[in-house]
């Protein structure tokens, strides 16, 4: 009889939670300490569930449930365990947790598949620490930015600095040599939580992924000049938080029109900051975040131009100047009709209705969209779905459910090689 797999998910969930940088709340930053011993207990249960492991050079931990022939191809599953700041125990983490569990059945069974089953726990993908989002990924799919070797934490430390104070190389050479080749994938799947009400809204505790929302990332400077606040009047005033302010709701203003709401389009300013601020002065500078996302990239990049002729126009009223770095950009990425039908087909399996809806959050899969097909599995959230949030919840249940679709959808792959 196999085991309750949404106990031992959830319990490992909590295991995990506790390294963390930070005491009183669950962040883990890329190559922070915590980060590398959360790598560390990932590695060693990928081996106690009968996976071979290994680190590659951005610090993804790849444990591999091997095929009797070498030279089958590599069905690849995964996702995350870096974290926002004050986060949640399973946004990413999932996707990891339940093909271990389910590898390990596999191995505990005998069962063998015709494929090499690879997965990933990615090192980076929320850029908390390096601005860099998906870091971990684009080294897997062969399009690192090397760039990115040069960004700094604020603390000062540059990433290819924290790559050698964590044991890897930070070469480009070692960083190319991540890179899987596309030719011998069959496809990548990630299970992950929603994120989201809607599977919770519909009592259901699975959802196939159709599409997921691509999205582009800003970072706004705003200067005016820095004066005193009792000598200057306000009609002389180049305040650059009052100019900031203007601008963060013009993104709200136009991401909230109606008539682009079945595009899914949504704007979100999630930092700002004063440099240098002070009660008596006027705000001198403003730097803050902008990230936009729709279902389709020409909804999204329309929005943008809009937002850009706004910002400007914006600007020359109030005296101000502008400069607008883009930190990233994806594009949205389709879900592969074969392998949503495959997942389909294993949730209905399961007893349970067949639900097809978007992600509106960015996700490892739609990186490794750029190689080969990819899928993507939905599992429902409690406390209104929310996420990034300590308050995120999922019940054990619902990841034993996500589980066993996950076994039964390896077995219908296996099939068909095999057939």
Do not use: K
């Amino acid at each position: 009889m196999e085991m309750h797999f949404g106990t031992e998910i959830i319990l490992l969930a909590e295991q995990l939670a506790g390294h963390s940088d930070d005491a009183e709340a669950l962040t883990v930053a890329y190559l922070s300490r915590a980060h590398q011993t959360a790598g560390a207990e990932i590695a060693g249960w990928m081996i106690g569930a009968g996976l071979q492991v290994r680190i590659d050079a951005v610090g993804n931990v790849i444990g591999r449930y091997p095929a009797a022939d070498a030279d089958a191809p590599v069905l690849m599953t995964g996702s995350h365990f870096d974290t926002v700041r004050d986060g949640g125990r399973y946004d990413g983490r999932l996707g990891i947790l339940a093909p271990i569990v389910v590898a390990r059945h596999l191995h505990q069974t005998g069962e063998r598949l015709p494929f090499h089953l690879d997965v990933v726990a990615f090192a980076e993908e929320e850029g908390l620490r390096f601005h860099t989002s998906f870091l971990s990924s684009s080294a897997i799919v062969g399009q690192f930015d090397y760039s990115r070797l040069l960004n700094r934490d604020a603390d000062g430390v540059s990433l290819v600095e924290a790559m050698h104070a964590a044991g890897l190389p930070g070469t480009d050479a070692a960083i190319a040599a991540c890179a899987v080749d596309p030719q011998r994938l069959l496809g990548f799947i990630e299970v992950h939580i929603e994120q989201g009400p809607v599977l919770l809204d519909r009592d259901l505790p699975l959802g196939v992924v159709s599409s997921i929302a691509g999205s582009v990332r800003r970072r706004i400077t705003v200067t005016g000049t820095a004066s005193h606040a009792g000598t200057t009047p306000m009609a002389m005033r180049r305040d650059a938080l009052t100019a900031a302010a203007e601008v963060v709701l013009a993104v709200e203003r136009r991401c909230a029109d109606p008539r682009h709401a079945d595009r899914a389009l949504v704007g979100t300013v999630g930092t700002l900051a004063v440099p240098q601020g002070a009660t008596n002065v006027v705000p001198g500078r403003c730097v803050f975040s902008l990230d936009v996302r729709a279902a389709d990239d020409a909804t999204r990049d329309a929005a943008i131009a809009d937002l850009d002729a706004e910002f400007q126009r914006i600007a020359r009223q109030r005296g101000v100047e502008l400069d607008l770095s883009e930190t990233m950009r994806v594009p949205c990425a389709a879900c592969s009709p074969q392998l949503r039908q495959r997942l389909a087909a294993s949730v209905a399996a399961a007893g349970v209705p067949v639900l097809e809806l978007p992600s509106g959050a960015g996700h490892d899969a739609m990186v490794l969209a750029r190689i080969t097909e990819v899928g993507m599995l939905f599992v429902r959230c409690g406390n209104g779905g929310i996420s990034h949030n300590p308050l995120e919840t999922m019940a054990a249940g619902d990841a034993d459910i996500a589980a066993r679709v996950l076994l039964d959808f390896l077995r219908r792959t296996a099939a068909g090689v095999s057939g």
